[in-house]
């Protein structure tokens, strides 16, 4: 399939003959795209699987690159041609255009080709800068006398053609209808539409319609302070029934308790009554050696020593 596609670019176009490859971009979107070395230029589109009227596009070229196009008929003259840049603000601006000759080409200007830019975030970087787009409708348009040019988008083939100036920018980057220099390289190439299909073209535009995705958090959150902004006025709750909770010891476990220390006790002095000497009634003996009881002799009565070792109350 391929060599035939080559064989037939090369005889129809008279110049050596470049065919597209598959080319995913950063996004995950995969191509049909063409490569040209020398200026780091990648031109490349991606087709659903029943195209009907619309694929998205991708033009990519090295940051120092002045101005980049393509036509999507091939050649330059009567072809819709896309020609874009980046601007100050690094965003990429540009407009369709129609040449009828090889001079300058004006903006185009009738209705039918309509190219929304997606990704637009990732539109200029540090080293390039690039053209993501859906296009409706580029497979036709209008020339100046009405008649309408074409080329099948649910075909196998088609011709296709990039031109661009590898340094010289446009009179005024701030204007999507400037003027260009002449461009300092281009080339014309087939483009393998039937494998330029693909199952998953609506979730790539589906994505890129929804735009960017959110960033990843990169900080860890310590804290969360949150405030109640409505208050709790009542709860009613009723309890239907209570499970009843059975319990059952299965094992005591044995206790063993041994004494480390034994606290020091101080006893505390209770008062102890005075004591009511015993009397000794009278006649009876209050002294004397050897003697050890009571002494004090009953009243009308007195201790008196009758010798040495007997004293008598008397
Ligand atoms: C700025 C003024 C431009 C001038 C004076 C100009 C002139 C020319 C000339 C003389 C050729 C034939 C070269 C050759 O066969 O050796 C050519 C080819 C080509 N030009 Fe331009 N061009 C201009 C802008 C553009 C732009 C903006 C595009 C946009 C994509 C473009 C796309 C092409 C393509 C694809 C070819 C190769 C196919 C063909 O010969 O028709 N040109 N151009």
Known sequence: MKLTIAFVLAAATAISAQISEAYTDQHGITYQAITHESSGTIFGIALPENPTDEFIGQITTRLETGWAGVSFGGGMINNLLWVGWPNSA????????????????????????????????????????????????????????????SFDLAGDFAVMGYAGHTEAIPDDPEDPTSDVQQHNFFGQF??????????????????????????????????VTATATSSLTSITSTITSIPSITSTVTSIPSVTSTITSIPSVTPTPTTIPSQIPETVPRWGQCGGIGYKGPKNCASGSRCTTLNSYYHQCL
């Open 90 to 149: 690094k965003e990429v601006v540009g407009t369709f255009r129609l040449a009828d000759s090889y001079t300058v080409p004006p903006p185009f200007t009738a209705p039918g080709p309509e190219m929304t830019p997606i990704y637009t975030d990732t539109a200029v970087n540090d080293t390039h800068w690039t053209h993501t787009f859906i296009c409706k409708n580029c497979h036709k348009w209008l020339l100046a006398d009405g008649y309408e040019q």
């Open 190 to 223: 087939g483009m393998i539409l039937s494998d330029a299909r693909s199952a998953e073209y609506e979730t790539w535009r589906a994505a890129a319609l929804a735009g960017p995705a959110e960033p990843e958090p990169t900080s860890t959150v310590t804290s």
